[in-house]
């Protein structure tokens, strides 16, 4: 009888891209840490962590800056205002390309948060 082998390939196969810390702006208090993953696909996957909090505002999204929030980037609403998420990017935007990422309140233009990205 032949051995028979499973392999398990886990959606977050290639790893971490980047990290980083939400700080409050705009006198919002935004916390928690952040991490950029590499799918065995290709794709990018956001993940707000456990610890991740935000006070609240009328329309927070998530979107990526280079000193500075870049909105062409806003990508996704935020589901909720803490806890673990994850957003998988648009093929668009590559991460890379980037050293922050904003939780942004849309109907105001302003930053919620940023995490600088390491």
Not at 74 to 95: C, D, H, M, R, V
Not at 98 to 104: D, K, R, S, T
Request: glycine share 10%; hydrophobic share 35%; net charge neutral.
């Amino acid at each position: 009888m032949a051995a028979t082998t499973f392999s398990i390939t886990s959606a977050h196969a290639g790893g971490s891209v980047s990290k980083g810390s939400f700080e409050g702006r705009s006198d919002h208090i935004t916390t928690g840490n952040v991490e950029i993953k590499k799918a065995s696909d290709g794709s990018y996957i956001v993940i707000l962590a456990d610890n991740f909090s935000l006070d609240g505002a009328p329309d927070p999204k998530l979107a990526f800056g280079k000193d500075g929030v870049d909105k062409s980037t806003i990508f996704a609403p935020l589901k909720s205002k803490t806890g673990k998420q994850e957003y998988s990017l648009p093929a668009s935007i590559n991460p890379a390309n980037f050293n922050e990422i904003y939780v942004w309140c849309e109907k105001f233009d302003v930053p919620l948060g940023v995490a600088s990205l390491k």
